[in-house]
């Protein structure tokens, strides 16, 4: 190769030293950072260079003023919409035959962004190490998808290629408007920088571990710099200049009063269009009917997991109905049980709830037993606790368990597997799990608890989710959910009350599952 690229007219690039690069282009929002990276995709595009441009706002469709571009994604301006089902194959067609690509990411969710990138990325990374040959990846708004202290899928799959694309001959382009935010692993490993200006200090701290220069000098030329000045830095070489303007449609401009005029923009060839079509055929987006048809395969899969459950419960059915209850011939006799007998008598009882009763007979025989051999006692809270009597508690005011049999039965309204979810979290409290370990332990399909979350229980507080660097888990917010719900008896009930009410509901919401 050993073409040069004209960024700047103090500064024109190799062609050849771009090859497995990974770049860093860094700064605020309109220091002039997506006008260079638009320069260096230009001078790509010039050369013949293979690439493509993850595009989170679509602002690169501007490049097809002058050069053939594909700009695939979802919705208004793009020439084909894919998902992650169809992903590889635009990969396969830019990489197999240099077609370059604007990859618009503007008109998906979030969920399915992070997926359609990550099947996109998949079969790039995979190519590449088949196929040997010099490929460019452009990521905008970079901390997006490699924040600093948080790790998933998605980003380690971006530092792949950052930081071990070269040996596949994959570089990357990290552009961002927030240093500070962006995985620093990343960031150390850029061997071209082009960092614009910044204002945020940590920004600044930043930009002073990758500047040569004490921090107050660092902040005192960084603070100089005008739209388009930026320090280039290659190694020991550091050096101020100004980046050109880029000679394409620049639609990521900020927006004044004069009129932009729309630009014409060329069109990818028939031939690449129908290639991609032919390659993609059955893969391309669902229509309503196949969604439906794929959300019923679903709801029976799922319903295949349920009747075996059901079928496993019914064995456990019949296994509990063959259980003996011996009562202890003191109460029958009316005399007072045993010294040390009673505390475990009181453990037992407030098990019954548990246990289906066979008839009404048995219910009398336990509600005596509960009368004549269980004295209200106190717990090592100091709070007096009386046993349970068909599941409401003697202790509480009438208008608390009113109150409870409210929240039962409205959490009894709740899908089966959130309610599933919440009792593994209170059997389990304190502890914190992700949604890997509730499936494993509840076992229910971990893909059905991350699409459909237990919104309810998460709005009402009973449940608590938490972002931390190993992703997201739960865990049971119980206590905290009654000391806010139960608040206003707290005056009646007191703080014995709340723990009181805590228990029971410990005990009573894990049998709506």
Request: charged share 25%; aromatic share 6%; with cysteine.
């Amino acid at each position: 190769m050993g073409k040069p690229l004209h960024i700047s007219k103090d500064l024109d690039i190799n062609l050849e030293d771009l090859i497995g690069q990974c770049i860093a282009i860094l700064g605020i929002r309109g220091s002039g950072k997506s006008n260079t990276s638009g320069v260096i995709f230009e001078e790509l595009l010039q050369n013949d260079y293979p690439l493509s441009i993850i595009d989170i706002e679509g602002e690169y469709f501007g490049l097809k003023e002058k050069y053939e571009v594909l700009v695939v994604g979802k919705g208004d301006g793009v020439e084909i919409e894919i998902d992650a089902d169809c992903a590889g194959e635009i990969a396969q067609v830019s990489m197999e035959q240099n077609v370059p690509v604007v990859f618009d990411l503007s008109g998906f969710l979030s969920d399915e962004r992070t997926e359609v990138l990550k099947a996109y990325l998949s079969a790039l990374w995979n190519l590449a190490g088949t196929l040997r040959k010099p490929y460019m990846i452009g990521i905008e708004e970079a901390h997006e998808f490699i924040p600093q202290g948080v790790k998933n899928e998605l980003k380690e799959m971006i530092a792949r290629v950052a930081l071990r694309g070269r040996k596949r001959g994959l570089g990357a382009i990290i552009v961002s408007q927030r240093s500070a935010k962006v995985d620093k692993d990343v960031l150390s490993q850029a061997g071209m920088l082009f960092l614009h200006r910044v204002v945020h200090e940590v920004d600044m701290r930043v930009y002073s571990e990758l500047l040569p220069w004490r921090k107050s000098e660092v902040k005192e030329i960084i603070n100089a710099l005008d739209v388009g000045d930026c320090m280039y830095v290659n190694g020991d070489n550091v050096l101020p200049i100004y980046v050109r303007e880029r000679s394409t449609f620049h639609a990521g401009f900020t927006p004044s009063l004069e009129a932009v005029k729309s630009p014409e923009l060329r069109s990818v060839s028939a031939s690449i269009i129908e290639t991609i079509e032919k390659a993609r055929e059955g893969k391309g987006p669902k229509s309503p009917t196949q969604q439906l048809e794929s959300r019923i395969e679903t709801m029976e899969r799922l319903m295949d997991t349920k009747d075996q459950r059901i079928a496993e419960l019914e064995d456990v059915a019949r296994t509990l109905g063959y259980i003996k209850l011996e009562i202890p011939s003191f109460v029958s006799e009316g005399a007072s049980p045993p010294v040390g007998q009673a505390e475990r008598e009181a453990r037992l009882a407030h098990s019954l709830p548990l246990v289906v009763a066979a008839d009404d007979a048995s219910m009398d025989i336990i509600e005596s037993f509960h009368a004549t051999s269980i004295a209200p006692h106190a717990d090592a809270s100091g709070v007096a606790v009386e046993p349970f009597v068909k599941g409401v508690s003697r202790t509480l005011p009438p208008a608390v368990n009113e109150h409870i049999e409210r929240l039962i039965s409205r959490f009894s309204r709740e899908e089966i597997l959130h309610r599933r979810v919440l009792a593994f979290l209170i059997e389990h409290s304190p502890g914190s799990y992700s949604t890997h370990q509730i499936a494993a332990w509840t076992r229910c399909p971990q893909e059905l608890i991350d699409d459909d979350p237990p919104q309810g229980f998460l709005s009402s507080g009973l449940i608590a989710r938490e972002r931390r660097t190993s992703g997201i888990v739960y865990r049971s917010a119980l206590r905290t959910f009654v000391n806010r719900e139960f608040r206003v008896f707290q005056p009646d009930i007191g703080d014995n009350g709340l723990h009181y009410v805590t228990r029971l509901l410990r005990e009573r919401l894990p049998m709506l599952a």
